[in-house]
C-alpha cells in the first residue's frame, strides 16, 4: 500500500501566471480543490513561460502531480496544495 508523506503544510494556489509558484521545489504535489466548482490547473517550466500545459480538477478532488523542481503552477481558483512524497 502507497503511502503520501506530508513534507510541508497545505498553501493556497497561485491565481495568476505572473505569480506562479514551484510550492517549494515541489517534485510531488497533493492538490485538493475543496472547492463547489471545476478548477483548472496549470503548469509551465517556468513563469512567463511560452507552453503551459492545463488540466480541470473537478470540485472536492485530490489529486497528485509529479512535476520537475522547477515546474511552477497556478490555479483559476485559490485550492489547498502541499508539497508531498510517496513512500511504500
Not at 502531480?65 to 511552477?72: A, Q, R, S
Given at each position: 500500500m502507497q503511502r503520501t508523506k506530508i513534507l510541508?503544510?497545505?498553501?493556497?494556489?497561485?491565481?495568476?501566471?505572473g505569480t506562479a509558484s514551484s510550492i517549494?521545489?515541489?517534485t510531488c504535489l497533493r492538490i485538493h480543490n475543496n472547492?463547489?466548482?471545476v478548477?483548472?490547473?496549470s503548469i509551465s517550466a517556468y513563469?512567463?513561460?511560452?507552453?503551459t500545459n492545463q488540466f480541470?480538477?473537478?470540485?472536492?478532488s485530490v489529486e497528485?502531480?509529479?512535476?520537475?523542481?522547477?515546474?511552477?503552477?497556478?490555479?483559476?481558483?485559490q485550492i489547498q496544495v502541499?508539497?508531498?512524497?510517496?513512500?511504500n
Open positions: 510541508e503544510n497545505v498553501v493556497l494556489t497561485p491565481t495568476s501566471v517549494g521545489s515541489a472547492t463547489s466548482g478548477v483548472t490547473v513563469v512567463g513561460a511560452a507552453t480541470s480538477l473537478p470540485a472536492n497528485f502531480l509529479e512535476k520537475f523542481p522547477t515546474d511552477v503552477i497556478y490555479t483559476s481558483s502541499n508539497k508531498v512524497a510517496f513512500t
